[in-house]
């Protein structure tokens, strides 16, 4: 760091009785101003650029998992009516999918905490792992128990988990163009639930 630039002369100092080491000439400034991209203020979202709609690929691939999946609810349903658990009423049955949307959509307080402290990082990682665990406990139960502890809740906190930690991702990305960052993304959901069924 050049020595003329690490202490600013007060308001008001006059500028002729500082020594030469505190003087800055204003043609070097402006040479030096026009090269040095200046970055956004600190806080403020960049509004757009490779990384920021990267963000918003990511997050359209965070909800084709989490709400797209739960977009083919109706699926597991029947499926679980006319095979699994054909001795259970259907609405003991949709206990399993009607808790894994309130997990779903209950989490945000919790998720909003947790996104806070950590970021969307270590909430996109637990729950990948906790979505796709559960997916693997799905198939192999047998019980209503099993089910239900595999898809309502280990599978509904890890789509909660992702769910959020998208929607929070990419709100932080922008502010002007936010309701276009996040319809892009939330079309993921649409696009999920016709073709996971």
Not at 5 to 16: L, N, T, V
Not at 67 to 75: A, F, K, N, Q, R
Not at 101 to 117: C, Q, R
Request: charge should be positive; charged fraction near 10%.
């Amino acid at each position: 760091m050049n020595q003329e630039f690490k202490q600013r002369p007060e308001d008001g100092a006059d500028s002729a009785s500082q020594s030469p080491l505190h003087s800055v000439d204003s043609n070097d400034t402006k040479k030096k101003a026009s090269h040095v991209q200046q970055a956004p203020a600190a806080g403020s979202p960049p509004n757009g650029g490779s990384r920021a709609w990267l963000v918003v690929l990511g997050g359209w691939c965070c909800y084709l998992s989490s709400y797209g999946w739960l977009s083919s609810i109706g699926v597991f349903q029947t499926y679980y009516e006319q095979n699994l658990l054909r001795s259970y009423p259907s609405s003991t049955i949709a206990w399993i999918l009607s808790v894994q949307v309130f997990i779903l959509n209950g989490m945000a307080p919790i998720n909003g905490k947790i996104f806070d402290s950590h970021g969307s990082n270590a909430l996109i990682t637990i729950g990948t792992f906790l979505h796709v665990f559960g997916i693997m406990m799905i198939s192999l139960s047998a019980q209503y128990y099993q089910l239900f502890l595999a898809q309502s809740v280990c599978s509904g906190i890890g789509s909660a988990m992702i769910f959020h930690g998208a929607t929070n991702a990419v709100s932080t990305w922008f502010s002007s163009r936010r309701g276009l960052a996040l319809g892009l993304a939330s079309s993921g959901a649409s696009i999920g639930g016709v073709i996971m069924p």
